[in-house]
């Protein structure tokens, strides 16, 4: 079936520094993917999205690339804040609805 | 304008209890689905409800169920209540079933089970 892998954390930078998180997927069909995001204490909340291959989806400053052909997903920012910390997860959707497949999530931690 | 609610936030059950949860989706939102959240297993989708009919349902038991109300609420059941039924269960609500991984997300009901 399908599936979503990503990089076990946590991942522990410094402020300013250069962010990836990897993400591979696994499905049959022509997904849509998704970067959700999970602050301390809040809800999961959706940070960027792509729905076709070499899409890239773009917010707050992170930037994700829908890549076919390496069934890639890969989270970067070039510039990490200490508000960044959070937990990231990938997700994917290959059917209309809303049951996601979701990555067992990776946590960033930024110090100053 | 107020996100997804959910309650109770905690609650503890012991073993064989039944327990239901409650999710106000956001409003003008029709379609609410219900995810499993667990150290082990990660995010799991449960089901999904758009007017009042279950659209999709995850590879759970027939423990675990759920309803949606003409109002668009949602709530889920889960009966004969097991230790390994420990998590925090999300609700998510968007705009329509077509709003495809557009999710927005409530803070969980963390369940117990002793």
Not at chain 1, 26 to 35: D, R
Not at chain 2, 11 to 24: D, N
């Amino acid at each position: 079936g399908d599936s979503v892998t990503q990089m076990e954390g946590p991942v522990t930078l410094s402020e300013e520094a250069f962010l990836t998180i990897n993400c591979t997927y696994t499905a049959t069909g022509y997904p849509s993917l998704f970067w959700y995001v999970q602050y301390p204490g809040e809800g999961l909340q959706l940070l960027l999205k792509a729905t076709k291959a070499d899409d890239k989806g773009s917010n707050k400053g992170f930037e994700a690339t829908y890549r076919k052909e390496t069934t890639s997903f890969h989270l970067e920012k070039g510039s990490v804040q200490v508000s960044d910390s959070a937990v990231y997860f990938c997700a994917l959707s290959d059917q209309a609805g809303t049951a996601l497949i979701f990555g067992k999530g990776t946590t960033l931690s930024v110090s100053s | 304008k107020a996100g997804v609610t959910q309650t109770p936030r905690y609650l503890i059950k012991t073993r064989g209890q039944q327990v239901t949860l409650s999710c106000s989706p956001i409003s003008g939102h029709r379609s609410v689905s219900w995810y499993q959240q667990t150290p082990g297993q990660g995010l799991q989708f449960l089901f999904e409800y758009f007017s009042e009919t279950q659209r999709n349902k995850g590879n759970f038991p027939g423990r675990f169920s759920g309803r949606q109300f003409s109002n668009s609420r949602s709530e889920m059941n889960v009966s004969t209540l097991e230790l390994g039924d420990s998590a925090l269960y999300l609700c998510a609500s968007s705009l329509n079933p077509d709003s495809t991984g557009e999710l927005f997300f409530g803070e969980g009901s963390r369940l117990t089970v002793l």
